[in-house]
């Protein structure tokens, strides 16, 4: 955890792409697009980006709905170019139950130690959804990257299967989950966004994984509004 918040604070990482970057954009913007299939967002669904960073996903959802952002490591924050943010660890929100409408977080499980604590932090402070995408082991490149990096090591054990499982244990109930996308944000070169487009669909070896819940709470609750399709599409996998 140390090295870890080490790691985040260290100047180089000012060296980010920001989120305006043409591949970022592309990054960003195709994935919030598969979100809003699945969960509605207007100006004032309330929104909570864990693990925040300098703003890649913050900068979008700040456009589309009321987005506060929560990151423990100063550096990010000041990078980040939405003010609604706050030092705050993912393992203890210092948030009330049932705060925000969806509860959201991109590339931030592989990098806690004890992902189902922050899991359940996440579920708590939900009234609702849960977004959880993380990088998909099965994808040969993410693979690749996660081996030769040593703070990104423990992406190596997130499969699809993998990110559900922890998912359903804590407290969420999934909705649908899937890999999808072929774009390292932090690599690629723009000349390859035209291609990548083209690569956007669900397959198992998307680079990432996608898991779209419900707090369980709300499961047996008669308020839930899933579309029957996706109830169907998730009792057929069973
Ligand atoms: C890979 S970065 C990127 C995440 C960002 N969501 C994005 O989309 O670019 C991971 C971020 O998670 C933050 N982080 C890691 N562990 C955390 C924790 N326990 N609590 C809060 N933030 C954490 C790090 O400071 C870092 O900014």
Same mark, same amino acid.
């Not at 990482?13 to 919030?32: A, D, F, M, N, Q």
């Not at 210092?94 to 992902?115: G, Q, T």
């Not at 939900?126 to 990096?149: A, C, D, G, T, W």
């Not at 779209?212 to 029957?228: L, T």
């Given at each position: 955890? =140390?090295? !870890?918040?080490?790691?985040?604070?260290?100047? +180089?990482?000012?060296?980010?792409?920001?989120?305006?970057?043409?591949?970022?954009? %592309?990054?960003?913007?195709?994935? =919030?697009?598969?979100?809003? @299939?699945? =969960?509605? &967002?207007?100006? %004032?669904?309330?929104?909570?980006?864990?693990?925040? $960073?300098?703003?890649?996903?913050?900068?979008?959802?700040?456009?589309?709905?009321?987005?506060?952002? *929560?990151?423990?490591?100063?550096?990010?924050?000041?990078?980040?170019? #939405?003010?609604?943010?706050?030092?705050?660890?993912?393992?203890?929100?210092?948030?009330?139950?049932?705060?925000?409408?969806?509860?959201?977080?991109?590339?931030?499980?592989?990098?806690?130690?004890?992902?189902?604590? *922050?899991?359940?932090?996440?579920?708590? #402070?939900?009234?609702?959804?849960?977004?959880?995408?993380?990088?998909?082991?099965?994808?040969? &490149? !993410?693979?690749?990257?996660?081996?030769?990096?040593?703070?990104?090591?423990?992406?190596?054990?997130?499969?699809?299967?993998?990110?559900?499982?922890? $998912? %359903?244990?804590?407290?969420?109930?999934?909705?649908?989950?899937?890999?999808?996308?072929?774009?390292?944000?932090?690599?690629?070169?723009?000349?390859?966004?035209?291609?990548?487009?083209?690569?956007?669909?669900? +397959?198992?070896?998307?680079?990432?994984?996608? *898991?779209?819940? @419900?707090? %369980?709470?709300?499961?047996?609750?008669?308020?839930?509004?899933?579309? +029957?399709?996706?109830?169907?599409?998730?009792?057929? !996998?069973?």
């Amino acid at each position: 955890m =140390i090295f !870890q918040k080490d790691y985040w604070e260290r100047n +180089q990482l000012g060296r980010l792409r920001p989120p305006t970057h043409p591949v970022i954009e %592309e990054y960003v913007i195709s994935k =919030i697009e598969i979100i809003k @299939e699945y =969960i509605d &967002l207007a100006p %004032e669904t309330t929104l909570l980006d864990v693990g925040c $960073s300098n703003g890649v996903f913050t900068y979008y959802w700040d456009k589309i709905c009321t987005v506060t952002g *929560v990151d423990f490591s100063e550096k990010m924050l000041t990078l980040n170019p #939405v003010t609604n943010t706050l030092l705050m660890d993912a393992n203890d929100l210092k948030f009330a139950d049932n705060s925000f409408d969806v509860v959201f977080c991109h590339s931030l499980l592989h990098h806690v130690e004890d992902i189902g604590l *922050v899991i359940k932090e996440m579920a708590r #402070v939900s009234k609702r959804h849960v977004v959880i995408l993380e990088p998909n082991r099965n994808n040969p &490149l !993410q693979f690749l990257l996660s081996y030769l990096k040593k703070t990104e090591r423990k992406a190596l054990k997130f499969s699809p299967s993998y990110l559900k499982r922890v $998912s %359903e244990t804590n407290g969420l109930w999934v909705v649908d989950s899937f890999a999808r996308g072929m774009i390292t944000p932090d690599r690629m070169p723009p000349f390859l966004i035209p291609v990548v487009r083209r690569l956007n669909f669900k +397959q198992p070896m998307g680079m990432t994984n996608f *898991v779209i819940a @419900e707090i %369980e709470r709300r499961k047996n609750s008669d308020i839930y509004d899933v579309p +029957q399709e996706l109830l169907n599409r998730r009792y057929s !996998q069973h």
